[in-house]
């Protein structure tokens, strides 16, 4: 479990670069009230909620304790002042032992190289050849390059989520705010490493007293960037279908929809106006004109003689009498004023153009 005192570390490591985005999240969160249709995801918001969420299922996978390197302590049940040869004597009735082993077993000469090992890991006491168990900064410069390897991949799935190209503009203008996260979590990372101590675990007498803090870390390291890739899918996701975080359009991107709606619209009235003029120009009984007028001549006579039968007409009486005329223009007048105060809402809150779908 996390204790108290790295979770406070955490937070006072985080907490300048967090706090000052504070503001900027009250204030995305207040566009909840604005009057913006719901959508479906767009198409590049949708890749890039993809990607985060394969993102996650590769984190989850990777926290699992089984895929974690092996703590002999914990899987011979022996306790930190174990004689040596009894340890890896332990050891091998479990399985054969590896050149790892055989090279931390030459490690484990001394309590130093025991507590450096629940810090760093078994890779870095056992493969460092130019570290001493008196100088535990030279284990830390030997332990950055593997401590920063899961932070680069998941800044590279944060890029490629966020990427205005690959996930279009809902996704990239939260690119700021995930970076910075994710560099955050970063420096208290190695912050944490840097400032432990060790030495706690010379007091620890029974096994479960120690503090492993290797396989600790490396557990709330992928928990955090499962949170980071789930808060950033949720708000991409909330943002591209005007859920939450809804940013009006500016006066230049009103400007061009308006441009290319207008376009459109022309392009139609010149195709309606080029096949009136076709019809037109054939003013012959059987050319376009003619057929049309004739068409429309033969409907007119139709409707006519059907209004004019005795069922029809009837039938139109027997509805008029059931109709409460008062009750439907009622009903008229309040749903017209509730269509004019929603094109009023609209119109005020700035959205009454929505882009094309991305």
């Known amino acids: ?42 198409p590049k918001a949708k ?3 993809n990607i985060l969420t394969f993102a996650f299922a590769f984190f989850l996978i990777a926290s699992f304790p089984g895929l974690a390197p092996e703590n002999i302590f914990q899987a011979t049940q022996s306790r930190l002042i174990i004689p040596n040869d009894v340890l890896f004597a332990r050891l091998s009735q479990l399985r054969p032992l590896t050149l790892l082993d055989e090279a931390l077993k030459m490690k484990f000469v001394s309590l130093e190289s025991r507590l450096l090992y629940l810090r760093f890991g078994p890779d870095v006491l056992a493969t460092c050849t130019f570290c001493n168990p008196d100088d535990e900064f030279s284990h830390l410069y030997f332990a950055l390059p593997m401590l920063l390897l899961p932070h680069l991949a998941n800044l590279i799935v944060v890029g490629l989520a966020t990427a205005s190209l690959l996930a279009g503009s809902h996704a990239s203008r939260w690119r700021n705010h995930a970076v910075t996260a994710s560099l955050a979590f970063l420096v208290a990372d190695i912050y944490l490493l840097a400032t432990y101590d060790h030495s706690e675990n010379k007091t620890a007498t029974t096994l479960g007293a120690l503090d492993c803090f290797f396989w600790r870390m ?17 708000v991409i996701w909330a ?3 005007n859920r939450a975080f809804v940013k009006p359009l500016s006066a230049v991107e009103r400007q061009e929809y308006s441009v290319r709606m207008l376009e459109a619209i022309t392009g139609r009235l010149m195709g309606l106006s080029l096949v009136m003029s076709a019809e037109r120009s054939d003013m ?4 376009l004109f003619g057929r049309a007028a004739n068409y429309w001549m033969r409907e007119d006579a139709a ?6 039968e005795p069922e029809v007409v009837q039938a139109m009486q027997n509805a008029k009498s059931r109709i409460n005329l008062a009750r439907v223009e009622l009903e ?27």
């Open 303 to 308: 409707n006519n003689e059907m209004h004019g």
């Open 284 to 287: 012959s009984s059987g050319g």
């Open 47 to 49: 890749r890039a909620t």
């Open 1 to 42: 479990m996390v204790s108290a005192s790295t979770l406070w570390t955490l937070v006072v490591a985080v907490g300048p670069f967090v706090l000052p985005k504070i503001p900027a999240f009250i204030r995305s969160l207040r566009s909840l009230g604005q009057n913006a249709a719901i959508r479906r995801i767009t």
């Open 218 to 234: 490396r557990t709330l390291r992928y928990v955090m960037f499962m949170a980071i890739d789930a808060v950033l899918g949720l």
């Open 332 to 358: 008229a007048k309040i749903l017209a004023a509730g269509i004019i105060r929603d094109a009023h809402d609209v119109r005020a809150s700035g959205l009454i153009y929505q882009p094309p779908l991305e």
């Open 239 to 241: 943002s591209s279908t």
